[in-house]
């Protein structure tokens, strides 16, 4: 079966770094993409990645290995606006998105 | 500005009752999205449309219907067959190719009473 696992929740200081992982499963594959998501509003798109290896967006970076199925998203300067949850999606050979429950991030001061 | 609106932005109603969820993109896409919300589970595809006309089951589409007689807009019916209703609702649009971004509405928030 296709399947998306990311941790539920995840707690962080301000101005440090952070690391959400998600490893996927999906019938085929066309890429991974991650979406953040204020409480209560609409997901916003962050990256896609296709390729192995690492694409960096300003503070925000996300990251793909093919082989082990497995990716993450990188936030460095955390700034208290950062606290979301951050959705991950692959995409499978049908070009429909698989989703995660998604991680919620809680940055602490 | 173009974006994507889904009204109301909640909604409360009976057992039984049928509703209907707007949802409207000024952005030229070609294909919508309906997408399904609840608490501590990923999203969940229950409608697609890709051209106007035209529309494909998601995941769990029993329960829900949708048209799509123009491409700006694509509304969702929750029926009362619908078991268990009560979730955040999220429409989605993007342009249409098949490694393709999707954009979403603010969403709309169904409670059944």
């Known amino acids: 079966g296709q399947n998306i696992d990311q941790p539920t929740e995840m707690t962080a200081t301000e101005g440090a770094i952070v690391q959400i992982n998600c490893t996927y499963q999906?019938?085929?594959?066309?890429?991974l993409f991650w979406y953040q998501q204020h409480a209560g509003e609409a997901p916003t798109f962050l990256s896609y990645?296709?390729l192995d290896g690492l694409e960096e967006k300003g503070r925000f970076s996300s990251f793909l290995s093919r082989s082990k199925g497995y990716s993450y998203l990188l936030l460095k300067e955390l700034q208290m606006k950062d606290s979301a949850s951050y959705l991950c999606?692959?995409?499978?050979?049908?070009?429909?998105?698989?989703w995660g429950a998604g991680t919620k991030l809680i940055i602490k001061p | 500005d173009g974006g994507i609106t889904q009204s109301p932005k909640y909604l409360f109603r009976k057992e039984g009752q049928n509703v209907t969820l707007s949802c409207e993109q000024n952005?030229?896409?070609?294909?919508m999205y309906w997408y399904r919300q609840d608490p501590g589970q990923g999203l969940r595809l229950i409608y697609y449309?890709?051209?106007?006309?035209?529309?494909q089951k998601g995941d769990i589409a029993e329960g829900y219907s949708v048209s799509r007689e123009k491409k700006e807009s694509f509304p969702l019916t929750v029926t009362s067959a619908q078991k268990n209703p009560t979730a955040f609702y999220l429409c989605?649009?993007?342009?249409?190719?098949?490694?393709?971004?999707?954009?979403f509405g603010p969403g709309t928030r169904l409670t059944v009473l």
């Open positions: 999906t019938s085929g594959f066309n890429g």
């Open positions: 449309s890709q051209i106007v006309n035209d529309f």
């Open positions: 989605a649009s993007s342009k249409g190719g098949e490694i393709d971004t999707q954009y």
């Open positions: 952005l030229n896409h070609d294909a």
């Open positions: 999606a692959g995409m499978d050979s049908n070009y429909q998105l698989i």
């Open positions: 990645n296709v």
